[in-house]
């Protein structure tokens, strides 16, 4: 009887140093990634496509579709919202988790992944997670802190042209329509 308590105890106490070594594994891969994004915090253009080349990283952009806004950012060196998401997951992951995709291949890739969890509620965000927007996720934000900042890629279109800002620390004003935690 004692050996099976003492056993117990021990299962018991593994379990909870266990989970508590995952908290910490998860809250090091979401400091890690907002840490890498805010390295292109004041620094680094918006670009329409940028990111999205063989390597994640800044990259020259794409011209957007008319439907898009037409902005023509194929002379800007950036990274647009999903090529952020992309390069800061990489760097807290050491792969490239996300691919060179938009904001939409990335959440399938994320919904499929065995390294990704969807988080159910915005209450229990934590820094690092990965917010898309829209029902065809056509924005990506990384959540900076739970009370509700997030870092992105944004830019504004002007009545005659597109004016490129750099990747931001802002407030959601909306909710996301996902989100995700990398895991592992």
């Not at 918006?46 to 990283?57: D, E, F, L, R």
Request: charged share 20%; glycine share 12%; proline share 2%.
């Amino acid at each position: 009887m004692k050996f099976s308590i003492t056993v117990l105890c021990f299962t018991l106490f593994a379990a909870i140093v266990s989970a508590a070594a995952v908290d910490i594994e998860r809250r090091s891969i979401g400091s890690s990634i907002v840490s890498a994004a805010m390295t292109h915090v004041g620094k680094t253009p918006y670009a329409w496509g940028g990111g999205h080349g063989s390597k994640p990283g800044a990259s020259k952009g794409t011209k957007q579709s008319a439907a898009d806004g037409g902005c023509d950012d194929r002379g800007t060196v950036g990274l647009d919202c999903s090529g952020l998401t992309r390069y800061a997951v990489y760097k807290a992951l050491g792969t490239d988790l996300l691919g060179s995709g938009n904001a939409a291949s990335q959440a399938t890739i994320l919904r499929k992944s065995s390294r990704a969890v969807k988080v159910s509620s915005w209450s229990s965000v934590q820094p690092g997670d990965i917010m898309y927007f829209g029902s065809d996720y056509h924005h990506t934000a990384i959540v900076k802190s739970g009370t509700g900042s997030k870092i992105q890629m944004v830019e504004e279109k002007g009545h005659d042209k597109c004016k490129s800002l750099m990747a931001m620390v802002s407030t959601v004003r909306s909710n996301p329509y996902v989100i995700f935690r990398i895991t592992k």
